[in-house]
């Protein structure tokens, strides 16, 4: 029996060479056979088409390389959402850059594992390098900016938290009388990413305290009287780009009410981060350094593939409490000698080089090109905002303030906006999002490609509008 060729070392190159022509040979027949962004027939036709294609799932004899990928990477492409189609805009879910694809293919096929230097030299270093950057880019005027590299904005929220219930363990163990203190109280606006309460109950830490936000973003006076009637360590989570809205919080007066009220700030930037690269746009980030831990998200407004998550802190010192030691890949003497220690990197051990991606996307971009996909974004929904508000047979919810859009026919019920929404689906026609705002149910268009046309746009409403009941 041969032993198929492996993809690393000297032989990667010719080994992946004619697997990469099947790779791309499949997406595309698997792209053209779809016909739209997303399989039409609902989920038991897609799920059908993959059994049919995936049984037996271990034969006793396998069919080959160029066999295999052919038809498993035709049959995902086929039954696909795909994000680089401007009629699907449902979730926060990019259409990734062909270069970041492609470093993601580098990534793959080196493999190196940042849990220890000597499985990622070069990796490593460049995670040390862009990190540092990236972190500066949020805290310009920090001692010693820092980020740690994450799965996305779920990974990255937890760290914070985790960090917060540390910071206020350490401060208890410095008071003699007391070994733990009382646990950090988390206090989050209602319309917060739902993360932030999950990482409360991993955490065992107590059930955040929820504030109103009435009008999509934290009400301040309601905030202030709460954390006056708290005690102990807190925790404040604001959010820049809401995931129903896109909305920002007043950073600037949540971290004047934090500072008044002795409490710890931590802002979701997992949807606007990115703005901080738009001279035009990033004003609307302000405040965002004066937070102790700032969450982006470059799978969202960055184009990366996913993952691509990153907890920025001002000062590298705030990491501490990740530290940790296995003796096989962080032997003290060995980092005395000088090799990196990895492992207070992260809570995962095993982590792909996610940060080759990104640095790839910024070298060949730079801050201008990153913008003006930012820009171009913001943009297109700007202009669908005003396609929708010209037509008389749908209503706006608010103007965007990313590129987020709420909308429905004009006096329909909630059952018939949900209806409207599960037909583009099953038909594949379009996939758009649902958002319940105001009490009333809306589709919900997050528009992340930065190519979409006016003819994009009115394609989406005018296959809204032949779906609407008469």
């Known amino acids: 029996m041969s032993i198929p060729p492996l993809a690393g070392g000297t032989t990667g190159p010719d080994a992946l060479r004619p697997l990469l022509g099947a790779v791309l040979d499949a997406l595309g027949e698997g792209a053209r056979a779809r016909g739209g962004p997303l399989p039409a027939g609902g989920p038991e036709a897609v799920a059908a088409a993959v059994r049919d294609a995936v049984t037996p799932v271990v034969p006793e004899h396998g069919s080959g390389a160029d066999e295999a990928l052919r038809t498993l990477v035709r049959t995902l492409a086929h039954g696909a959402a795909d994000p680089a189609d401007p009629r699907c805009a449902a979730h926060l879910h990019t259409p990734p850059l062909a270069l970041a694809v492609a470093a993601d293919l580098a990534a793959s096929a080196l493999n190196p594992s940042l849990d220890s230097w000597d499985q990622a030299p070069a990796a490593s270093a460049l995670?040390?390098?862009?990190?540092?950057?990236?972190?500066?880019?949020?805290?310009?005027?920090?001692?010693?900016?820092?980020?740690?590299?994450t799965t996305g904005g779920t990974e990255a929220n937890q760290l914070a938290l985790l960090l917060a219930r540390e910071r206020a363990r350490e401060r208890a163990r410095e008071r003699a009388h007391e070994r733990h203190g009382a646990p950090v109280q988390a206090v989050c606006g209602a319309h917060t990413h739902h993360s932030v309460r999950r990482a409360a109950w991993l955490l065992g830490l107590p059930e955040p305290v929820t504030v109103p936000a009435p009008d999509g973003v934290t009400d301040l006076a309601a905030l202030d009287a709460t954390l006056a009637g708290l005690s102990g360590p807190v925790l404040v989570t604001a959010t820049a780009g809401t995931t129903d809205t896109g909305r920002i919080d007043p950073l600037p007066a949540i971290a004047d009410l934090c500072?008044?009220?002795?409490?710890?700030?931590?802002?979701?930037?997992?949807?606007?981060?990115?703005?901080?690269?738009?001279?035009?746009?990033?004003?609307?980030?302000?405040?965002?350094?004066?937070?102790?831990?700032?969450?982006?998200?470059?799978?969202?407004?960055?184009?990366?593939?996913?993952?691509?998550?990153?907890?920025?802190?001002?000062?590298?010192?705030?990491?501490?409490?990740?530290?940790?030691t296995a003796d096989y890949l962080n032997a003290d003497d060995d980092t005395e000698a000088g090799l990196p220690d990895l492992l207070g990197r992260s809570l995962r051990t095993t982590r792909r080089p996610d940060i080759l991606k990104i640095a790839v996307t910024f070298r060949a971009l730079g801050r201008s090109g990153l913008?003006?996909?930012?820009?171009?974004?913001?943009?297109?929904?700007?202009?669908?905002?005003?396609?929708?508000?010209?037509?008389?047979?749908?209503?706006?919810?608010?103007?965007?303030?990313?590129?987020?859009?709420?909308?429905?026919?004009?006096?329909?019920s909630d059952d018939t906006v949900a209806?409207?929404?599960?037909?583009?689906?099953?038909?594949?026609?379009?996939?758009?999002?649902?958002?319940r705002a105001a009490d009333r149910l809306w589709l919900k268009a997050t528009l992340l490609n930065p190519h979409a046309t006016p003819g994009d746009l009115d394609t989406l409403i005018a296959l809204v509008e032949g779906s609407t009941p008469r």
């Open 127 to 149: 995670e040390a390098e862009v990190t540092r950057a990236l972190a500066t880019e949020v805290y310009p005027d920090g001692p010693r900016p820092d980020a740690l590299v």
């Open 259 to 324: 500072d008044r009220h002795g409490a710890a700030l931590h802002i979701d930037a997992a949807y606007g981060g990115p703005l901080l690269f738009s001279t035009r746009h990033r004003q609307l980030l302000g405040g965002l350094d004066r937070a102790q831990s700032v969450t982006l998200d470059l799978h969202k407004l960055g184009w990366q593939p996913v993952a691509a998550g990153l907890l920025a802190v001002p000062d590298a010192a705030l990491l501490a409490p990740l530290a940790h």
């Open 419 to 435: 209806g409207i929404r599960r037909t583009l689906l099953h038909q594949g026609s379009a996939v758009l999002g649902r958002a």
């Open 371 to 412: 913008a003006g996909l930012v820009d171009g974004t913001i943009a297109a929904a700007r202009d669908f905002a005003d396609i929708v508000e010209k037509h008389p047979a749908l209503e706006l919810f608010e103007r965007p303030t990313l590129s987020t859009v709420l909308f429905r026919p004009r006096g329909a």
